[in-house]
């Protein structure tokens, strides 16, 4: 327990909710910098997990009863510490989900997911990703992880990008349903049993307007998303931001109930970025359209688990 527990400098819990990612990756580098003495230099990478769940150090049996711990307790008291609000909510990319539900993490027998299950989950769906100054980063990372390809190799195309999202979809919709368990609130312990609440973040950083068609790839795929959970129980919001578009809104359940002229006036009411563009040609509008088509019309169920 004393080991879990917070500090001026870190926060253990935060850390593996964090960089659960990271954890594969040396404590140490080596840094041959002919400048540095005798040409070597460790540095401390202390972007990663706490050591006490890494069985290198402790062996599996501490590794895995520190896990269990986290399991048991992660999410349950929000009080807050030294004016700190506790995790509350797990963040994943796109990217991240289908190793979030799959893979051991820790080689101890604990999924990502296992171990969150009583955290809210938020996943954020990087729209921008597929145009082309992004997306030939993604490329040249990929060539990098895999080494130098042979001539007859294929290139890493968008819809391999695709299919790996789309596999992450999968995965998530794979997961239990479970209750979110509170022992304490900000003040005073009190119990509370409560379903999940996921968030689907669409974030997009570049004007595309009415070309939006990378974005009307991955709305199909929050989509997806978005219906599956719904139907297995979970709290479900859909949350778009972009301040290239000038709109950041979050729907929640109440979005089945918006009639015509609420959907129209609901655009400015519901949009938390105060300067609005009013032009019924606005790559607001056209994206607000696009938002309403793919996610809040009734899905034909094929489309859901393409």
């Keep these: 327990m004393d080991l879990w527990q917070p500090d001026e400098k870190q926060d253990p819990t935060r850390s593996v909710i964090c960089w659960w990612e990271l954890f594969h990756e040396p404590w140490f580098s080596v840094d041959h910098d002919p400048d540095t003495p005798a040409g070597l230099s460790m540095l401390y990478m202390n972007l990663r997990p706490p050591h006490f769940i890494d069985k290198t150090f402790v062996g599996l049996v501490f590794a895995k009863e520190a896990l269990k711990l986290f399991r048991d307790v992660v999410g349950k008291d929000l009080r807050p510490i030294d004016d700190k609000d506790p ?13 979030f539900v799959r893979r051991d993490a820790f080689g101890v027998g604990f999924t990502m997911e296992e171990l969150a299950r009583n955290l809210d989950l938020r996943v954020t769906f990087q729209c921008d ?50 209750e979110r368990v509170t022992t304490h609130n900000e003040h005073r312990r009190h119990m509370q049993t409560r379903a999940r609440v996921v968030t689907l973040a669409i974030r997009q950083e570049e004007d595309l307007g009415p070309g939006w068609d990378h974005g009307s790839l991955f709305l199909k795929l929050v989509a997806r998303t978005y219906h599956g959970l719904r139907a297995k ?22 979005v089945w109930t918006w009639t015509e002229d609420e959907w129209e006036i609901n655009l400015f009411r519901k949009n938390m970025i105060s300067y609005v563009q009013t032009s019924g040609n606005s790559s607001q509008r056209y994206v607000w359209a696009q938002l309403r088509d793919h996610l809040f019309r009734h899905t034909d169920q094929d489309d859901l688990t393409a």
């Design 129 to 178: 990703a597929l145009t082309d100054s992004e997306f030939s980063e993604i490329q040249e990372s990929k060539t990098h992880d895999q080494g130098s390809r042979t001539a007859d190799a294929t290139a890493y195309t968008r819809e391999d990008y695709l299919s790996e999202i789309n596999d992450g979809v999968t995965a998530l919709l794979d997961i239990s349903h479970t």
């Design 233 to 254: 129980g979970f709290v479900v919001k859909v949350e778009y931001h972009s301040e290239e578009v000038d709109l950041k809104v979050l729907f929640e359940d109440d």
């Design 87 to 99: 995790v509350a909510e797990c963040l994943l990319l796109d990217t991240s989900v289908a190793d």
